[in-house]
């Protein structure tokens, strides 16, 4: 059995590795190093571009945490790689980006089922291939899948600008995690009213950089600029990514407002300002968030950059399985699919992969039903909706418990324990 992956980021390296790790010749291309997207730089495969967080770890409190335990019950190589490259970050899971690229890609290259190719793709096959080029699909295989599916949304991500631990002014800085929990895994910088009010101010202010007029401007809820969020009112942001609550300094003060950052490499050499995503000029950048006190001589590793993501109307061209529905043998996985956020994107093309398995073994594919996280992705994507927008992972999206459950904590930890039993049994299906 031989299959093509086209794209080796997080949905096509899982792709690639379940089939061959399951004997299936693998054909996996992918554009770098030889060129490279405007958003990526690293040579390896599966590049983080935006943040280094792969969110929240505890699948018992948290919707992507409990997709994350569904994903190592179905055997995923994204998973292992992130416990590899682990930093601290309290009740996230946080990874050193190069040492999670680098240990994904060893996997890949070294697996004898997978054949590596530096190639563009310009045209969909028409069989036997999974589609998971991202948001910054180069533009011919973009008119290629367009022809197919009918047409392309567009919206934006952002990320956030990382700095040099040594360049923080930790006279005043601190060292914390909300409420105690995960020791001393964030740098907290603090603000006064006054200095908090200023901030704002500026940040309003300060030039963006210009969008092209083509370019629609839908920005997606998850990766909202810092400066669109304070648009939204003063306080804004100190309910959102400068929100104090919950910390305080060694001498037990508490701030009006808090913007944390968090560790960008195992070593804690660089730090991400979490949540400030921004479209700012990169002048802007250095001068707006240098009105942080803690920030005022901050050394910019990289400053944030915005950049367009694009995603098919899937409802209207996907089935559950992620094939398409015009030609099943053909299947798409990741953001492509309108599926939002690094663990999401992985566990589609790990779901892509178990589907089109079932295939090529002359079995109907049976998919993860909505007591799961990934089968209520995998709903939502090829659901009928008339604005189709791209989806986390939440506990939302599940299929309701069976029983009123009003206490949150519990209601998750019921739905979390239900989800895992479903993952477990589902994969003991699959093995049969």
Known sequence: ??????????????????????????????????????????????????????????????????????????????????????????????????????????????????????????????????????????????????????????????????????????????FGDRYGKGGDDYVNCPLTKEEYGTFVTELLAAERVILHDFEKREIFEGCMPVEVMASRGLESLRFANFKPVGLKDKDGNRFYAVLQLRKENADGTAYNLVGCQTNLKWGEQKRVFSLIPALKNAEYLRYGVMHRNTFVNSPTCLNPDFSLKSNPEVFFAGQITGVEGYVESAASGLLAAIHMYEKLRGRTPQIPDKTTVSGALSAHISGATENFQPMNANFGILKPAEKLIKDKKQRYAYLAERAIKSITEYKEKLCQ
């Open 1 to 174: 059995m031989k299959v093509e992956v086209i794209g080796a980021g997080l949905a096509g390296c899982e792709a690639a590795y379940y089939l061959a790790e399951h004997g299936v010749e693998v054909t996996l291309y992918d554009i770098k190093p030889r060129s490279f997207t405007p958003a990526h730089k690293d040579g390896n495969f599966c590049e983080l571009v935006c943040s280094n967080s792969l969110k929240g770890s505890d699948p018992y409190s948290n919707a992507c945490g409990l997709l994350k335990e569904e994903m190592r019950v179905l055997g995923s190589v994204t998973m292992a790689a992130a416990e590899e490259a682990r930093v601290p970050a309290g009740g996230a899971l946080a990874v050193d980006r190069e040492k999670f690229a680098a240990a994904v890609t060893e996997k890949i290259k070294a697996h004898r089922n997978v054949t590596v190719v530096c190639k563009e793709v310009e045209t969909v096959p028409k069989s036997w291939c999974i589609v998971a080029t991202g948001p910054l699909t180069t533009d011919k295989l973009s008119c290629s899948i367009s022809s197919i599916c009918g047409g392309q949304l567009h919206f934006y991500d952002a990320s956030a600008p990382i700095i040099s631990r040594e360049s923080i002014d930790f006279d005043r800085a601190f």
